[in-house]
């Protein structure tokens, strides 16, 4: 299978850029990562980069007037790495038009929280103040909203009565390195099909639970 080149944009840790390079390094992923783009300098992710010999570009938003100046150089950082599909890990930034249209349904982003609930920014604190009793995780492709586009794969996780952000945060984590990797072998596979807002999966097997319950059910 031809490898697809993948360019990761980034702006802090990167623990899914990790996952992702572990998976491509384990030979689950039919890809290479042709560039790492931050748009804050000194950031863990640049290391993760230099470590595995990625190149890594640093363009820094403060740098730029408007949202659309800094996404058209984002543009033609990756046009001249010849990247076919662009991977948000932990980027902190709202794209802009020059962006979308140049990478249309072709830039996937990760979301800690299921989607269409709990958009935005302080997801976890958001789930544990609604009372939710499930939470977990979203890759989609990413639209002109705020994480709003095409869902194309989801984790579930429960949530304890006992939750702080922080461990309901890494349970989810988990799961995200779990799951990005998985999108992107799809895509890598031609097996996803969007139409509208949803997006098909072609050869998926089925499903082995048809239900869950928290807390579990106990007479019913």
Request: with cysteine.
């Amino acid at each position: 299978m031809t490898k697809i080149n993948l360019g990761v944009l980034v702006s802090g840790s990167g623990t899914n850029l990790q996952s992702i390079i572990d998976s491509i390094e384990a030979d689950k992923l039919d890809a290479t990562i042709r560039v790492v783009i931050s748009n804050v300098p000194g950031v863990r992710s640049l290391e993760r980069a230099k470590k595995h010999n990625i190149p890594a570009v640093v363009i820094n938003h403060e740098k730029y007037a408007a949202r659309e100046e800094f996404d058209r150089e984002v543009v033609a950082v990756l046009k001249t790495h010849r990247v076919d599909l662009v991977i948000m890990a932990g980027f902190m930034r709202i794209l802009t038009s020059p962006l979308l249209k140049a990478f249309p349904l072709k830039i996937m982003n990760i979301h800690p929280a299921l989607l269409p609930s709990f958009q935005g920014l302080h997801v976890q604190e958001k789930a544990l103040n609604y009372g939710v009793k499930f939470s977990g995780c979203t890759v989609h492709f990413v639209d002109e909203g705020v994480d709003t586009g095409p869902i194309i794969i989801q984790a579930v996780v429960p949530v304890y009565d006992d939750d702080t952000a922080q461990m309901l945060q890494q349970r989810i984590l988990k799961e995200e390195h779990r799951i990005y990797p998985q999108a992107i072998q799809l895509y890598a596979e031609g097996r996803l099909e969007v139409t509208g807002r949803k997006v098909h999966i072609k050869d998926t097997p089925p499903m082995k639970t048809s239900s869950l319950h928290n807390p579990p059910l106990e007479k019913f």
